[in-house]
């Protein structure tokens, strides 16, 4: 079959680098894509909220599949846009409708839903422009330190953790107030702070089942130690070596069974990735927020590992089907280190050329932030590529990323020298 990813980043690189492995996959096509998709499918120059850009590829491409990738054209609602299109009713969306979506829309919709199904989380309330005063009030019965959340879509920068409570009131003020993460921020949800070690939960929903691919822990902070302004991700692991069986069943057990039965019972149809940002608490995991989308860069570790057919596994989600799948997982670490533009995550310029990006067995190079330009590989955004590498553990595979890693060059390449050091 024709198959379409929708989006530009490391993750739509590695669906289709995944997908093309497929005999199954006809012809692959990436909407817009980046330098690094075109070396495996054909690039549409089509914005990921143009549905009618998006219809039109379909159906001059007699595409059968659309994959998904980022979470603003699911919050827009584009399966809901396919379903109700008599041109589109057959191809295959592989992401959730826009109701299901809104546990990645809205951190106030997420955590009622959790609170509904008694899915462990953070205690919370969420505030308006009108209850800033009862935000302050709120934070005054919370131990520091303190957790704000824009409760929209703010690209994965709308978390603020704060020591001091009069700053925290501050910055209440400025997100509700004075939108500093624009309309995301129109409600605010404050939250108690969970102390533990984060980890990310990737699982399958075909709308009746489920199955859970390998966990991943990503490294979301520019500085090393994991210090410095929050990032889309400078980097993961998988798996994840304090995850054992008994803290696995944990998490199938008190999470992802009930966030699956709470989806059909809510009546949520959700065929497609569900990414749940875990917290280990002590001994217990508690869900931090829910995505509905593979993570970035969790996907660049996760989909090497999986020995089986992908085209298979996204037909299977689509036909509800999912029970028939037999998940093979290679037992080896995958590791991934980001390569970011000097500046990031706050300004930063583009446009510079790239060397270095000759591919070895050793390593996987994965394109974010690129374009062809001129003849050359440009840079084109904040996280330019990053290198994904096995091994028989973490550590002999960020021996290989960094390895490639070394051999990148473009002005103000920045990237940290520690991922993994908390394991």
């Not at 989806?263 to 508690?286: A, N, T, Y």
Request: charged fraction near 25%; proline fraction near 4%.
């Amino acid at each position: 079959m024709n198959i379409l990813v929708v989006g530009a980043g490391g993750r739509e690189h590695t669906f289709c680098w995944k997908l093309a492995q497929s005999p199954l996959c006809d012809q692959l096509f990436a909407a817009p894509g980046n330098a690094g998709t075109t070396t495996v499918a054909t690039n549409l120059p089509v914005s990921v909220t143009d549905f009618q850009g998006i219809k039109a590829a379909v159906l001059k491409h007699d595409i059968k599949m659309v994959v998904v990738g980022p979470e603003d054209p699911l919050v827009m609602g584009i399966h809901d846009f396919f379903k109700a299109d008599s041109a589109l009713q057959q191809v295959a969306v592989i992401g959730p409708e826009k109701e299901a979506a809104q546990l990645e829309g809205s951190k106030e919709y997420a955590k009622a839903f959790m609170m509904r199904h008694q899915i462990p989380t953070a205690k919370y309330q969420a505030f308006t422009a009108e209850t800033v005063v009862q935000g302050e009030a709120f934070l005054e019965t919370m131990e520091a330190p303190y957790v704000l959340k824009a409760d929209g879509l703010a690209a994965g920068k709308g978390v603020l953790i704060l020591q001091d409570l009069q700053e925290a009131k501050r910055e209440l003020r400025k997100m509700l107030l004075e939108q500093k993460f624009g309309a995301a921020s129109s409600k605010v949800v404050i939250e108690e702070f969970l102390d533990g070690i984060e980890l990310s939960c990737f699982v399958l929903s075909d709308g009746k089942g489920s199955i859970t691919l390998p966990m991943a822990k990503d490294y979301k902070r520019i500085g090393e130690g994991d210090t410095g302004l929050n990032t889309g991700g400078m980097g993961a692991v998988s798996p994840v070596p304090f995850v054992d069986a008994e803290f696995q069943k944990k998490i199938d057990e008190t999470i992802v069974q009930p966030t699956v039965a709470g989806l059909k019972k809510d009546g949520l149809r959700f065929k497609g990735f569900i990414f749940i940002g875990l917290i280990k608490v002590g001994d217990i995991p508690k869900v931090i927020e829910y995505n509905v989308r593979m993570g970035d860069p969790e996907t660049e570790v996760v989909l090497p590992r999986i020995k089986t057919d992908f085209v298979e596994i996204l037909n299977a989600i689509a036909t509800e089907r999912l029970d028939r799948i037999q998940l093979e997982v290679d037992h080896r670490s995958a590791t991934t280190v980001v390569a970011v533009s000097g500046g990031y995550p706050e300004s930063y310029q583009k446009g510079f050329a790239i060397s270095g990006l000759e591919t070895t067995e050793e390593a996987i190079l994965f394109h974010a932030g690129t374009i062809h330009k001129d003849g050359m590989v440009t840079t084109s955004g904040g996280r330019v590529l990053a290198v994904t590498a096995m091994g028989d553990n973490h550590q002999e595979a960020l021996e290989r990323s960094y390895q490639k890693l070394n051999k990148i060059h473009f002005e103000g390449i920045n990237y940290r020298k520690d991922i993994g050091f908390d394991l």
